[in-house]
């Protein structure tokens, strides 16, 4: 089946093709690193198949996860606008991950050839500024435990797709970084949950058997 990815549906299917053909296929195994943060911003990653975790340095010199991206997904549309620009983030594999890669020259071709393309990209990175911006609000203004079942509701997306019950492999640490909390508080919500028979725990895995109530609990 082929990938139907963000950044492309604004094109036309023969622009579509036109892109997807001038990709560089890449293949990384779980564990490898895409790009660390402060790397020059050379290439655009759509991502294929497996999933990724971004992760930041913070000031006082831990890590934090920002979010996980999955199979339709992209990340570098800066890196490739903006010659200056740098890797915002680390990047690397939790699965085994195939992408297709365009490097900035690559795109820039394309975008001579079909102008619109300016457009997707300006639109991804709105949605982008966004979807942060709606974090930030939630981390100001909403409990902790909203948070991490929202979280839970993205992931589940991620991982699940359409079908009803998704099974997340993520460690907890990571899931309370995202919520922006701690690994203490994180447990407390997934044991409750858990408890109402939304989700099942098992060792590294999440399996969320109820995602209609996972919803339903993240509106607050």
Known sequence: MTTDFEILRGLTDQERREILASC????????????HEGDPGDCLHLIKSGRLIVRVATPFGNTATLTMLGPGYSFGELAVADSNSRRTATVEAVENVETLTLSRAQLTTLRQTYPEIDQVII???????????????????????????????????????????????????????????????????????????ILALTRGRITVVDRAALVRAAAG
């Open 24 to 35: 560089t296929p890449r293949r990384f195994k779980r564990r490898e690193i895409l790009c």
């Open 123 to 197: 639109a991804t990175l709105a949605a982008q500024v966004r979807r942060l911006s709606a974090q930030v609000l939630e981390a100001l203004y909403l409990p902790v435990e909203t948070r991490v079942v929202r979280r839970l509701v993205d992931l589940a997306r991620i991982y699940g797709g359409a079908h009803p019950i998704a099974e997340i492999r993520l460690n907890q640490d990571d899931l309370a970084s995202m919520a922006g909390t701690t690994r203490a508080t994180t447990n407390k919500v997934l044991r409750e949950l858990q408890q109402r028979e």
